[in-house]
Nanobody
Framework: QVQLVESGGGSVQAGGSLRLSCAVSGYTGKIPCMGWFRQAPGKEREGVASIYLAYMDETHYAESVKGRFTVSQDNAENTVHLQMDSLKPEDTAMYYC????????????????????????WGQGTQVSVSS
């Protein structure tokens, strides 16, 4: 059974940094794609960043976080991090890690068209709160 466990959420002041981590267990081999999504109260879930682990760690970011957030692969297989710098109050949300085992996800990650619907495995979420 594939499970995703997120960690690293918390509360910071605007301009601060947080680092989220997500580890996948129960999957044999290298999982092709992982992503980070967020959902604020009363808003729809939106994509934050995605990474194509099966091909040179190609990444894609939402425009709202470009230049501030960085998604990367850990040395441990099937573990990724989301480094969040220059945090803003509008970054406050529940952050979810997602993973997809169908390699076709990579094309969409590279094209920047991957959506939440493309990911079949999800974590429980970790709260990020940024105060002004």
């Amino acid at each position: 059974q594939v499970q995703l466990v997120e960690s690293g959420g918390g509360s910071v002041q605007a301009g601060g940094s947080l680092r989220l981590s997500c580890a996948v267990s129960g999957y044999t081999g290298k999982i092709p794609c992982m992503g980070w999504f967020r959902q604020a109260p009363g808003k729809e879930r939106e994509g934050v960043a995605s990474i194509y682990l099966a091909y040179m760690d190609e990444t894609h970011y939402a425009e709202s976080v470009k230049g501030r957030f960085t998604v990367s692969q850990d040395n441990a297989e099937n573990t990724v991090h989301l480094q969040m710098d220059s945090l803003k109050p509008e970054d406050t949300a529940m952050y979810y890690c997602a993973a997809e085992s169908d390699g076709a996800c990579g094309v969409k990650v590279v094209a920047g068209t991957v959506s939440a619907a493309e990911f079949r495995y999800w974590g429980q979420g970790t709260q990020v709160s940024v105060s002004s």
